[in-house]
């Protein structure tokens, strides 16, 4: 199957609901494991956002001792539910990155209050993934895994509220990019940008799996899964967590 394997902690979660950094109500999915979490984790879903997929990702990360919140990128968007991915798509360049990043940190205050963790960091994918890098930025997270996580706004998502994670890379904390050498979405001439950002930085890494496509971890149901490299990268991400 390729999913991220089920981890020795018992667990729970639960649909909940955050107050965004404007007041918005942002959907979201809380996941702990039983008893004290080791740290914080605050997930960013790909572009189709909070869905069964993501409950499910949710519980297997709290099973490796990590306290989890998914964040709904499209929480400001009312019809989000009827969008199919043209229609997400479209709506990318209505994006404010002030508004999600501002909504992940909020998500991990909700953690060190709710879990009593004293470390959150922060973890997406694709869309998400560029999203997670950007909030590397941000001061507020310890840590930051973007599996492939867009380096700069693709043409057509490009918003006036919008900057490049290229753009703030050298003020990271400690973050692992992981990337497909294959993804049109990120490619070589920006990977190596990012290596050039971060060069001397031994607390940064790039992750390349050469023959890797887009989306090629997450969602084993995709065609560009790969199980052996997924489970190599989520081996990698666990460990940088410092999760079981």
């Not at 887009?214 to 490299?229: E, L, Q, W, Y």
């Amino acid at each position: 199957m390729g999913a991220l394997a089920e981890g020795p902690w018992e667990n729970e979660c639960e649909r909940v609901t955050l107050k965004g950094s404007d007041g918005t109500a942002v959907e979201g999915i809380h996941a702990r494991p039983t008893g004290m979490p080791r740290a914080g984790l605050v997930l960013v879903p790909d572009l189709m956002g909070v869905r069964p997929l993501f409950d499910d990702l949710c519980r297997r990360i709290a099973s490796h001792g990590l306290a989890v919140w998914a964040v709904e990128p499209f929480a400001r968007c009312p019809d989000r539910a009827g969008l199919d991915v043209e229609g997400r798509m479209a709506r990318v360049r209505d994006l404010v990155d002030e508004h999600q990043l501002g909504d992940l940190e909020r998500a991990a205050d909700r953690l060190v209050v709710e879990d009593d963790v004293a470390e959150v960091s922060v973890m997406g994918f694709c869309m998400g993934g560029m999203y997670a890098l950007k909030a590397a930025a941000t001061g507020r997270f310890d840590r930051s895994v973007g599996f492939y996580g867009m380096l700069r706004v693709p043409e057509q998502w490009q918003g006036p509220g919008q900057r490049d994670a290229l753009d703030t890379a050298a003020d990271a904390c400690p973050t692992l990019a992981v990337l497909g050498g294959r993804d049109p979405w990120v490619p070589p001439e920006h990977v190596e940008q990012l290596r050039a950002v971060w060069a001397g930085r031994s607390d940064c890494e790039v992750v390349v799996y050469e023959e890797a496509e887009h989306g090629f971890v997450h969602d084993p149901d995709r065609p560009a899964h790969r199980a052996d490299d997924a489970a190599d990268a989520w081996r990698r991400a666990l460990a940088f967590l410092g999760g079981s």
